[in-house]
């Protein structure tokens, strides 16, 4: 008898090699990507943090960097490599006006001016001929940020209206509560663009951070969000996708009992992105609707796989750095006090975000309808990508004298005012 059994071929064997999209994920110098970025200013060290006690190392967009602040309160950033003989301004030290090189005492001030050269005559006759590679930096909201562009190109460094003026009794928090993470923000080890796509990914919160791992936003049920919020069968509709003037955001309705005597209200969550990095996340465990919305996050490419996260909040109350920084437990612990074994059971983003790989390959991807987020936000940064490429300005560049840009995130009551 013949058997007339057709074979199942839809196997791993024989597949096309993997790949990722390298106009999106690669930010070296002269890729497009990394051009791209070097149009925008980008946190650097949070300032309260960069004192003049030490130089602090630190790599943003595949270059090695310092980052210090002089005597005099200046801060600079510097390429890491002294333009004398190689040695790491990381073990320099710092002075009144600028940074010394452990090796030979050669001392740069922060726009790479050679100062002095200790062991040669007359503190170096021809001082003025060495100059060490440096990039302007400017201070704003408890933040340093850097430029790495063109200089003929160097736009205005932005302003915010969620986060000035300050209100009476109000400061700004730019420092991470986190060892090692103080000065020159969270590093993770894996490619920006996965941490910065998952901020217009809402749906994950119905699953990742309730179905699978239990309820991870603290204040939910109390505080924060209502369980229904995170309702998987629902969110899909819920959700609504929206261009804004300088990115993308999304809006996910939900009801809560926030009306006259408890009565059901629907409300609107909107989180904006802002290129090419910028997330306004409105605080998740402490909801209060109709609120002015209060802090910025940059996620900061390092290099290829790993990225820095620097934010900014405008507040009166210190525990509201505390909501933001530890919001999210995993089976009621915070991430580095958990077992691999624990990670396995309760995953969160890191582990979802990690496991994608160092830079994840976007030829494998299968996408779906609620990923519509990430497909516009992808879209938007490669029109950003080819913007630069033609010599156009990209979207969101600053321009001088412009007003405070609007910031469309928060909890709203809906058909409000």
Aim: charged share 25%.
């Amino acid at each position: 008898m013949t058997d007339t059994a057709v074979t199942d071929t839809g196997t791993g064997y024989g597949r096309e090699p993997s790949s990722h999209d390298a106009r999106l994920t690669e930010v070296g110098p002269g890729t497009p990507m990394g051009e791209a970025l070097r149009r925008y200013w980008h946190p650097v060290a949070s300032s309260a943090a960069l004192t003049s006690d030490v130089p602090h190392r630190t790599r943003i967009l595949g270059e090695d960097l310092v980052v210090f602040r002089d005597g005099q309160g200046r801060a600079g950033v510097v390429f890491e490599r002294c333009s004398h003989r190689g040695s790491s301004l990381f073990y320099g030290r710092v002075e009144d006006d600028g940074i010394r090189c452990c090796y030979h005492g050669w001392k740069f001030d922060v726009q790479g001016r050679c100062l002095e050269q200790a062991c040669e005559p007359g503190g170096g006759r021809r001082r003025n001929l060495a100059r060490q590679p440096w990039y302007p930096v400017d201070e704003r909201y408890g933040l340093v940020f850097v430029y790495m562009g063109p200089a003929d190109r160097k736009p205005e460094l932005p302003r915010w209206d969620c986060l000035e003026p300050l209100a009476e009794g109000e400061q700004y928090y730019s420092s991470w509560p986190v060892p090692g993470a103080e000065v020159t923000g969270m590093e993770a080890d894996y490619n920006w663009l996965q941490m910065y796509e998952n901020a217009v990914d809402p749906v994950h919160a119905s699953w990742l951070h309730s179905q699978h791992s239990g309820f991870q936003f603290q204040g939910t049920g109390t505080t924060g969000f209502p369980e229904s919020y995170y309702d998987p069968s629902t969110v899909a509709e819920r959700v609504t996708y929206h261009r804004t003037d300088l990115g993308v955001k999304y809006v996910q309705r939900y009801q809560d009992k926030s009306g006259a005597d408890g009565a059901l209200v629907d409300l609107d969550w909107s989180v904006e992105l802002q290129l090419p990095n910028i997330l306004a996340l409105p605080d998740f465990v402490n909801v209060t609707p109709d609120a002015r919305h209060d802090m910025l996050i940059w996620v900061v490419p390092s290099d290829d796989t790993h990225h820095r996260m620097f934010f900014a909040i405008r507040s009166t109350d210190s525990t509201h750095l505390e909501s933001f920084a530890f919001g999210i437990k995993q089976n009621g612990k915070d991430n580095w006090q958990m077992s691999d074994e624990e990670k396995q059971r309760w995953p969160g983003d890191y582990e979802a975000q990690r496991s994608q790989g160092d830079i994840t390959q976007h030829s494998e991807e299968t996408l779906a309808p609620s990923d519509r987020g990430v497909v516009m936000l992808r879209r938007m940064l490669r029109t950003m990508v080819d913007d630069v490429a033609a010599g156009r300005d990209p979207l969101g560049v600053g321009t001088p004298g412009g007003p405070a840009r609007s910031v469309e995130s928060g909890v709203f009551t809906a058909g409000g005012a």
